[in-house]
C-alpha cells in the first residue's frame, strides 16, 4: 500500500488535496455547531432572548448548509478521484501482464492475476473511498473534539480520560479476538465452497461408489465447523455493539453529574455542558469509525501488496534495440544446440535439441508426458526464452527479431484451444481482420469445421461463448485450427491440437491441412501416432533429449523408445 | 445530543456486523453502500416470505423471546432522554433558583418569585416559570442523583435486553443457516443426475453460499436491527408528542421528508449500483478472457486492439462507479443537513418555548435528542426494502432447488442379491433425454458373466448414455435391465452401484491425500488392500516418487497430476472396490504413450474374470468383445459381433475401415 498509492495517487495530488480540505471544513464545522448551540442556551434560551435564538440559528443552518455543500462537492471529487485512481491500477496492471510472457504468467498462475486485476483493485478502490472521507474525518473530529470538549470545560474533560481509554480497550479487546476469527470464518468458508464444489463435480462417481452418506457427513463437518465459527463472531459482535452504546450512555449520566456539580460551584454554565456531552460523543463515534477503517485496511493492503508484485515484475523478455528484419520470410526454423531449464530448477527441461524444421515438410514431436515437447515448441514464438543455444527463423535467431514481427509468422494452435467470446466469424477474423466470408469458409472447411458451423443457428453469427465453452472439445480445436489457417502463416505450429478428434475427421483434417501448408512449415506435437506416422520427419525426445530424428519407418527400425511409443497404441499384428 | 455524525457512526458500526460480506458489497460503508449489489426480485414474494418464516418455525419461542426483548431493549433510547431531560432540569433549577436567590429574600416560595418578577417586568420571569427553581437553592442533587441512578438502571436494563437479543438472535440466525446447507446439501444427494447435468454447476453452488450467506445476514443484522428500529421509531413518536405536540408536528413534518429523499437518493443509486456492478462483469470477463487467451492474443497481434478495448470498458466502467458512488454519497451528507435543519428548527422553537415558560429545558435537549435518535431507524427502515427484496429472492431460489423433482425413491422392500455373478440383461430397452428425440429403442442385449460388451462410434454419438442406464443415473422409459435376473429397479440404487466400478474419461479425484482417493470405494480397507490396489493399477511406483508418497495431498484440481496419472488413481480406486461388473472409458486422448501402456495395462487386468461395459477406442478390445453396440447420433444403429458386423458392411464397417485401416496400413 505504501508503494502502490503514492505512484497512483501522484496525478491527482491537487484534487486530493481538494477533498481533504473540503473534509478538513466539514470536520470543523460539526465542531462548530455544538458550540453554536451552547450559545443559544446561554445568551438565548436562559435569557429569554428570542432574537438571540433566532439569529444564531439562522446562522446555524447556514454553516449547515455550507457543510452540506462542501460535502456534496468533497463526495464528487473524492468518488471521481478513487475510481480513476481504480480505473488507473487496472489500466496499468492489464497493461503489465499483455507484456508479460509465458514465464511470468506461471509464477503468478492465470487464475490470480485475474484476480488481482479486478478483484483487488476493486479492493483498494473501496478503501479509497472511505479514506477520503473518514480517515481524514475521524481523526479531525476525535481531536477537535478533545479540543472543544477541553475547551468548554477543563475538569470535566478529566472524564474523557476514563471514556475514551474503556472504548479503545474493548474496540481492541475485541479486535484481537475477531481478526483471527475472521481470518478463519474465511478460511472455512472456503472449506464448504471446496466440498460442495466437488461434491458437484463428482455427482457421478459420488453415486457410482455409493458414497453419498459419507458426502453428506464430510459436508456436514465443513457446515458445523463453519457454522461454529461464524456464531462466536457474531457474538463477539452481539457482545461488543450493546456495550459500545452502554458506555455512551453511561457517559452522558456521569458528565451531567459531573457537569451539574461544575455548575453548581459556578465554573461552568449549562449550555456548556450540552456542548460538552455532544463533543463527547462525536470524539466515541470517531474513535469507532478509526477502528472500523482498522479492520478494512490489512485486507486492502494485502490486496495492494498483491497488486504491487505483479507492478514490479521485470519482464524477462524484451524487444531487442536493433531488431533485425528478415526481408522475404520462408519459415525455415532451426534449433541449434537449445537448452531450457526454469530459473532456479535443478534440471534442464530440454537439452542438446538441434534439429531444422523446413517449409513444405512436417516435422512431428513425439514423446511421452513431462519430456518438453510443449515447451520446445513454445521456444519458437519466445513464449520462453531458452537458456543457452539459439532457435532461429529463416538463419535469425528469434531473441533478435521484434516480437511482433515474429508472431506475424506463426499460425499456432496451442494444447487447449481457446475461443473468445462473440461470433465464429469474430474469432476467425482473429486470425486475418480482413477476411472476407469466402475466406472463413474455406479456412472452416479444411479445418473441418464447415458442416457444424453450418448447423450451427446463425452460421457463421453463432454466438460464441467466453473460452468456448458452448461447443465440444473437438469443434473447439477445428475452431481453433481455422483461426490459424486463415492467418496464411509461414509457420504452423500445432500443439497436440487433434486430441479431441475422433481418427476419421483427424485424417481428413490433415489431408486438408497438407494442400494447404504445401509452402508452409508445419510443426506437430501430438500423441497419437496415427497423426505424425506420416511426417516428414519424426523428433522423439525423451527426458529433454533427442531419441532419435527420422521418419516413421526409419525410427521404428533405428529408435527403441519410437517403437515402444507405436507399439503402446497399436498392436504388433497391426503394425505389421 | 450526539453529533452530526451519528447516523453515520451508528451504521457503520451496525454494517461490521457478521464479519465478511458478500452479496451487499464491501462491509462497512455509509449507509449509502448498504445496497450495492444489484437487487433481485422474487417471482413470488408473498409466498416464499411465508415459506422462510415457516423456515424459521424450529425457533419460534427464541424469535418470541428476541421479539420481546428487542423492544424492551429500546427502552433506553426511548425513555431515557426524557429522563435525563429531568436531570438537566435539575441542574437548571439549581443555577435558575441561584441566579434569582439575589434578587429575593431567603424563603421565598417558586410561585411568590414567579409573582414578584412578573410585576418586576424581569425577562427572566417567563424562564422562571418554566422551572421548578426556588430562589436561593441551588441544584438539588439528591432529586438529581435518583434520578441519574434511574437512568443508570434503565441504561444497563436496555444493554442486557440488547445482549439477550443479539445472543439469542445469533444462535437463531447461524442454526437456521445451518440447516438450510443441510437441507440442500441432503436435497442434493436426492436429486436425478439430470438435474446435474442440465444445471450450470456455479448456479447451484451460490445458492448454497452466497445465497445463505446473504440470509444469514439478514436474519443476523437486518431482523434485529428492523425490530428495534420500529420500536424506536414509534417510541420515539410516543415521547415527542408528549413532550410537545407542536414541536413534533413540525418533527413530523421534517422527518418525511428526510426518509423521501433518503429513498428517492437510494433508488436512483441503487440504478447506478445496478450499471456499475454489470460494467464490472463485463469488465472482468474481458480481464478474464484476455488473460486465459493471453497466448493467442499475443501470437496472432492483437495486443493493441486487446488493449484498446479494455481502455474502452474500463473508462466506462469509471463512469458508472463514479456516479454511483457520487450519488449514493449525496445521501450523508442530505440526511445531516435535514438533520441539522430539525435541530436548529427545534432549538429556535424549543429555545423561544423555554424563553416564553411553556417547556422546560430539559425537555428541549431531550426533544433534540429524540429527532437526532429518530434518524437512524429512518435510514434502517428505508434501506429494508431492498434487504428484504434480495433476501427473499435468495430464499427463493434456494427453496426452488429444494423444490425440484427428486428421483423415484428406493423401494421399500428392497432385493439384496446375496452374490453378484454378473449377468446382466437389458430387455427392450427405450429411453430419450428428449421426449421428441429417439435415443434408445428396444434394446436387447445379454451380457453374461465375464463377457465383454464393447460401446463404439464416433465422437459425440452419445455412448455415455448406456452407462447411465447401467448405474441408474437416469430412469428407463421403457423396458428393463436385469441384474442376475432382478429387475435393477427393485434393488437398492447404492447396492445395485456397487456391484459396479467405474473408470471414466472425466477422472474425479477430491481434495485429500492419494491413499484416501484410493480408498474411496471401500469401506476402511487396510494398507495392504490399499497398496495391493495401487500395484494392480501400476501407480504403486509413480507414488513412491512423490515426496509424500501415499500421503501426498491432491489438490483440489488435482493439478499437480497428469491426465494419465489420475486415471490410474482411479483404476486403483477400482481393484480396491472389487466389483463384479465394470464400466471403462477406454479413450485417453491427453494420456501420453508411455502411461497409455499402464493404464491399457491395468484396464486389461481389472478386466479379467468380471463382467465389463467398455466405451472402446482400442480395436482389440472391439475385436474381442462378446457383443458390440455400435452408436451414432445417439442412437444405436448396429448390433452384433465384430464379425458379424464386418460382414453386414454397414455403418461400422466404414468406421472401422476410417478409424482402423489407415493406421493398420500405415503402420506396415
Known sequence: MRRLLPTFLGPYRWRIALVMSLVAVQALGNLYLPSLNADIINYGVIRGDTDYILHTGAFMLGVTLVLGVCSIVGVYFGAMTAMAVGRDIRSALFRKVMEFSQQETNVFGTPSLITRNTNDVTQVQMVLVMAFNIMIMAPIMAVGGVVMAIREDVPLSGLLVVIIPTVILVISLVALRALPLFRSLQSKTDRVNQVMREKLAGMRVIRAFARTEREERRFDEANRDLTATQLRVNQLFAMMIPFLFAVMNLSTVAIVWFGGLRIDSGGMQIGNLAAFLQYVMMVLFSVLMAALIFIMVPRAAASAERIQQVLEVEEALCDPDEPQEIAAPRGVVEFRDVEFRYPGAEDAVLCSISFTARPGETTAIVGSTGSGKSTLVNLIPRFYDVTSGAVLVDGVDVRNLRQEDLWRLIGAVPQKAFLFSGSVATNLRYGNELADEAAIWRALTISQAGDFVREMEGGLEAEIDQGGANVSGGQRQRLAIARAVIKEPKIYVFDDSFSALDFATDRRLRRALKAETAESTVIIVASRVGTIMQADQIVVLEDGEIAGIGTHAQLMKECKTYREIVLSQLTEEEVA | ?668
Open chain 2, 1 to 668: 445530543m450526539s453529533g452530526p455524525m451519528r447516523g453515520q457512526g451508528g451504521q457503520a458500526g451496525q454494517g461490521g456486523l457478521g464479519g465478511p460480506r458478500r452479496r451487499r458489497g464491501p462491509g462497512f460503508g455509509p449507509p449509502g453502500h448498504m445496497a450495492m449489489m444489484p437487487t433481485e426480485k422474487a417471482r413470488n414474494f408473498r409466498k416464499t416470505v411465508r415459506r422462510f418464516i415457516g423456515a424459521l418455525a424450529p425457533e419460534k419461542y427464541r424469535i418470541l423471546l428476541v421479539l420481546v426483548v428487542a423492544f424492551m431493549s429500546t427502552a433506553g433510547q426511548v425513555f431515557g432522554p426524557k429522563i435525563l431531560g429531568q436531570g438537566i432540569d435539575k441542574v437548571m433549577d439549581g443555577i435558575v433558583g441561584k441566579n434569582v436567590g439575589q434578587y429575593f429574600p431567603p424563603g421565598t416560595t417558586h410561585e411568590q418569585a414567579v409573582e414578584l418578577l412578573h410585576q418586576m417586568n424581569s425577562p427572566l420571569a417567563d424562564v422562571f416559570a418554566s422551572t421548578n427553581a426556588i430562589p436561593g437553592v441551588g441544584i438539588d442533587f439528591g432529586a438529581l442523583a435518583s434520578i441519574l441512578l434511574l437512568l443508570i438502571g434503565l441504561y444497563v436494563a436496555a444493554t442486557i435486553f440488547s445482549w439477550i437479543a443479539w445472543l439469542t438472535m445469533a444462535g437463531v440466525a447461524q442454526r437456521t443457516v445451518y440447516r438450510m446447507r443441510r437441507d440442500v446439501d441432503e436435497k442434493l444427494a436426492r436429486l436425478p443426475l439430470k438435474y446435474f447435468d442440465t444445471h450450470p454447476r456455479g448456479d447451484t453452488l451460490s445458492r448454497v453460499t452466497n445465497d445463505i450467506d446473504n440470509i444469514a445476514n439478514t436474519l443476523q443484522q437486518s431482523l434485529t436491527q428492523i425490530l428495534t428500529a420500529l420500536a424506536t421509531i414509534i417510541g420515539v413518536l410516543v415521547m415527542m408528542i408528549w413532550i410537545s405536540p407542536i414541536l413534533a408536528a413540525i418533527s413530523l413534518l421534517v422527518l418525511p421528508t428526510a426518509a423521501i429523499s433518503t429513498m428517492l437518493i437510494a433508488r436512483r443509486s441503487q440504478k447506478q449500483f445496478a450499471s456499475m456492478w454489470e460494467r464490472t462483469g463485463v469488465l472482468n470477463g474481458q480481464v478474464e478472457e484476455s488473460h486465459t487467451g493471453h497466448s493467442i492474443v499475443k501470437i496472432f497481434g492483437h495486443q493493441e486492439d486487446t488493449i484498446r478495448r479494455f481502455d474502452e470498458e474500463n473508462e466506462s466502467l469509471y463512469d458508472a462507479s463514479f456516479r454511483a458512488q457520487f450519488i449514493s454519497g449525496i445521501v450523508m451528507p442530505t440526511m445531516s443537513f435535514i438533520g441539522n435543519l430539525s435541530y436548529v428548527v427545534i432549538a429556535v422553537l424549543g429555545g423561544t418555548m423555554v424563553a416564553t415558560g411553556s417547556m422546560s429545558l430539559g425537555d428541549v435537549q431531550a426533544f433534540i435528542q429524540y429527532s437526532r435518535s429518530f434518524t437512524m431507524p429512518i435510514t434502517q427502515v428505508a434501506s429494508i426494502t431492498n434487504i428484504l427484496q434480495s433476501t427473499i429472492a435468495s430464499a427463493e431460489r434456494v427453496f426452488d432447488l429444494l423444490d425440484e423433482p427428486e428421483e423415484i425413491a428406493d423401494p421399500t422392500q428392497p432385493v439384496v442379491l446375496e452374490s453378484v455373478s454378473g449377468h446382466v440383461t437389458l430387455e427392450k430397452l427405450s429411453f430419450r433425454y428428449e421426449p421428441d428425440k429417439p435415443l434408445i429403442e428396444d434394446l436387447n442385449a445379454d451380457v453374461r458373466s465375464g463377457e465383454v460388451l464393447a460401446i463404439v462410434g464416433p465422437t459425440g454419438a452419445g455412448k455415455t448414455t448406456l452407462v447411465n442406464l447401467l448405474m441408474r443415473f437416469y430412469e428407463l422409459d421403457k423396458g428393463s435391465i436385469c441384474l442376475d435376473g432382478t429387475d435393477t429397479r427393485l434393488m437398492r440404487r447404492d447396492d445395485l452401484r456397487r456391484t459396479f466400478g467405474m473408470v471414466l474419461q472425466d477422472t474425479w479425484l477430491f481434495g485429500g491425500t492419494i491413499r484416501d482417493n484410493i480408498a474411496y470405494g471401500c469401506d476402511d480397507p487396510t494398507e495392504e488392500e490399499i497398496l495391493a490396489a495401487a500395484q494392480a493399477a501400476h501407480v504403486d511406483h509413480f507414488v513412491r516418487t512423490l515426496p509424500d508418497g501415499y500421503d501426498t495431498i491432491i489438490d483440489d484440481d488435482a493439478s499437480n497430476l497428469s491426465q494419465g496419472e489420475k486415471q490410474l488413481l482411479t483404476i486403483a480406486r477400482a481393484f480396491l472396490a472389487d466389483p463384479q461388473i465394470l464400466i471403462l472409458d477406454e479413450a485417453t486422448s491427453s494420456v501420453d504413450t508411455r502411461t497409455e501402456v499402464l493404464v491399457q495395462k491395468a484396464m486389461a487386468r481389472l478386466m479379467k474374470g468380471r463382467t465389463a461395459f467398455v466405451i472402446a477406442h482400442r480395436l482389440s478390445t472391439i475385436r474381442n468383445a462378446d457383443e458390440i453396440l455400435v452408436m451414432d447420433h445417439g442412437q444405436i444403429v448396429e448390433q452384433g459381433t465384430h464379425k458379424k458386423l464386418l460382414a453386414k458392411r454397414g455403418f461400422y464397417y466404414d468406421l472401422y475401415n476410417s478409424q482402423f485401416e489407415e493406421a493398420v496400413a500405415e503402420a506396415g
